[in-house]
């Protein structure tokens, strides 16, 4: 999101009040009031309002023959990197203070990639299993910033190459770009919707819809409007914003074909609400220019107070403090745009040696500090003694050791006695691999692990045959992912004299940060209750599996009705994310889940059990 702009161009008030309906939505949708859950669009809204600003202020200069480079990123300078900087500097102690190592990780990543303008970049490299919860990020929102930031590396460059052009070829440039790239956010929405979310080339079309509404005062002839549709087009392009925010949901591909509502919904009100108009009124009225002109630090603000919110307590935080939070960013909006972003772009008070030299320190401390952070895996040593801070069973590492058994074949399938265990699905796997390594001795005991096993017996082909032929024991396990063929597998494996299993869900509840704030002596023992919708994942997989080939985790390990240990006797987190195994986890669940089972029973009597 853009911070507000001032320029050679006549103000248009109703573009502040513009932004105040694009930023509340986004703020109340992050807060979890469901019906804004639409509200997200409002990113794309502010997409719009920044190309259009930023291209009217370019093609002026330009026209004017006084357009410097040195000059634009000064200004960028000025808008952006104060009030980010004072955001970013304002969550560090809380963050070291309150958040688990692989968070504060995390964070320290995001620190480094939110300097660099580069964290929908980070963003996207990161997602799958192991990404934080969106909730739990509080500089999640500065992707949008990379964005727009990268957008302008590029559209000034586009610009001094094409000042010569007539307008209607930029306008037709414009417009040839944004449907490349409206095409591949269409496309990229499906096939890859993490990139197409994040990354520039699957956005650049909502700026450039902006930059289109700017290059549409040159053209000659311009369009003219009767009074009467200028009314009804900025009405309808108000109601398109509001429907999109009060009917889209998460299920709504972003960015994508459907998004053109409400991003058109801004252009025709940037186009169509000129003075006279009623949403130009309404837009340019007291209120809504107030709320747009404070919008660049209220987005700035809102993520981060949502996010520790959520980081400093055991269950989701209620609506009504959501609520106060949410009127609190305002209020350090308010303040934020007072004391910060107006000094800064008064340029008698701070010069541009200032701004430059400012902008290079503060990037550099905070790429210093988050890469330190990051290379410290998170800094343990904060809240854990030396000898548990350095255990590598602490990190992801200790699961992804399990794919050194993606293998093609069992090492041992020709020695009588061993029991050979072919274990599919996806990180979940893993950790039952590392449940079973360290819940017995493996002596007679081989594993086999792949993330590609077909879902149904009956489609197995290739390596995939070879291991089904020379295994004893199958076993499923993907937590609350979707499975197939459960009647079919079951019967293919009785035929063929082997064991099957489908192993159930864990979840250790919404959040565990709260822990770190414990004294090391009132740490062990520690539960979580699950969450919902963890607990429907698991009823569901019952229906689908009998009983007698299920493994479940919950019923042998869960400490009262629906909560899940997160602690062992000796205060050691049992997940490193709320989802995953730790060591001590892996140690403490493997045997009160595995020993005295069906499954044990499978892998061939007598076995020797590691100590319980």
Not at 448 to 473: I, K, M, N, S, W
Not at 496 to 516: D, E, Q, R, S
Request: proline share 6%; hydrophobic share 50%.
């Amino acid at each position: 999101m853009q911070a507000p702009h001032t320029s050679h161009m006549q103000y248009r008030p109703e573009i502040d009040g513009l932004r105040s309906v694009a930023v509340l939505p986004v703020i109340l949708s992050h807060a979890g009031f469901k019906i804004f859950h639409g509200g997200f669009v409002g990113v794309d809204v502010f997409f719009v309002i920044s190309g259009f600003l930023i291209t009217s202020i370019l093609l002026a200069e330009t026209s004017q023959g006084r357009f410097s480079l040195l000059t634009f990123y000064e200004r960028r300078a000025r808008r952006i990197l104060p009030a980010l900087f004072v955001v970013m500097a304002a969550c560090l102690p809380v963050a070291y203070w309150g958040m688990l190592p692989n968070e504060f990780k995390n964070f320290g990543q995001s620190l480094v990639a939110t300097s660099l303008f580069a964290n929908n970049v980070l963003l996207m490299v990161t997602s799958g299993y192991w990404s934080l919860a969106s909730e739990f990020k509080p500089l999640l929102h500065t992707w949008s910033l990379g964005v727009e930031e990268q957008f302008y590396i590029l559209f000034p460059l586009l610009l001094m190459l094409c000042r010569r052009w007539r307008p209607a070829a930029l306008m037709a440039l414009f417009a040839l770009l944004a449907l490349c790239s409206l095409v591949a956010a269409e496309w990229g929405s499906r096939a890859w919707p993490n990139a197409a979310f994040y990354l520039l080339p699957t956005r650049a079309w909502e700026l450039l819809m902006g930059s289109m509404a700017a290059a549409l005062p040159l053209l000659r002839p311009q369009p003219v409007l009767s009074a009467g549709l200028r009314q009804g087009l900025s009405l309808a392009g108000l109601a398109m914003i509001v429907v999109s925010v009060l009917t889209f949901d998460e299920s709504v591909p972003s960015p994508s074909l459907l998004i053109l509502l409400p991003t058109l919904g801004a252009v025709l009100i940037i186009v169509c609400a000129t003075p006279g108009t009623w949403v130009q009124r309404l837009l340019a009225s007291k209120v809504p220019v107030t709320i747009g002109l404070i919008s660049y630090s209220a987005y700035l603000w809102h993520q981060p107070l949502f996010a520790f919110a959520r980081i400093l307590e055991a269950e989701a935080p209620t609506p009504s403090l959501m609520l106060a939070l949410s009127v609190l960013s305002l209020l350090l909006a308010y303040l934020s745009w007072r004391f910060i972003e107006a000094p800064f772009r008064a340029k008698g008070r701070v010069s541009r040696a200032m701004v430059f030299g400012g902008a290079l320190v503060g990037s550099l401390c905070f790429v210093a500090v988050g890469g330190y952070v990051q290379l410290r895996q998170g800094m343990p040593e904060r809240m854990f003694d030396a000898s548990v801070a350095q255990q590598p069973g602490m990190y992801i590492g200790y699961n992804q050791r399990i794919f050194q058994r993606k293998l093609d074949a069992f090492p041992r399938s020709d020695v009588p006695g061993v029991r050979k265990v072919l274990v599919q699905g996806n990180s979940y796997a893993r950790d039952f691999v590392n449940m079973n390594l360290e819940a017995f001795e493996q002596a007679k005991l081989e594993f086999v692990y792949r993330d590609d096993f077909p879902e149904c017996l009956g489609e197995v082909t290739g390596v995939h045959a070879t291991l089904l032929r020379q295994a004893d024991v199958i076993v499923y396990a993907s937590g609350g992912a979707r499975i197939r063929c459960v009647t079919e597998n079951i019967a293919a494996a009785h035929k063929a004299g082997k064991a099957i299993f489908y192993m159930g869900g864990k979840h250790f509840g919404y959040n565990l940060n709260w822990v770190v704030r414990l004294p090391a002596a009132e740490r062990a023992n520690q539960s979580n209750a699950v969450v919902k919708v963890a607990r429907d994942e698991e009823l569901a997989l019952k229906g689908k599996v009998p009983p007698s080939h299920f493994v479940s985790i919950y019923d042998r390990v869960m400490v009262g009705e629906w909560r899940m240990p997160i602690t062992d006797a000796q205060g050691h987190l049992l997940t490193p994310d709320r989802v995953h195994l730790t060591q001590h986890g892996a140690v403490h669940i493997g045997p009160r889940v595995l020993y005295d089972t069906a499954y044990e029973q499978a892998l061939g009597r007598p076995l020797q059990s590691l100590p319980r």
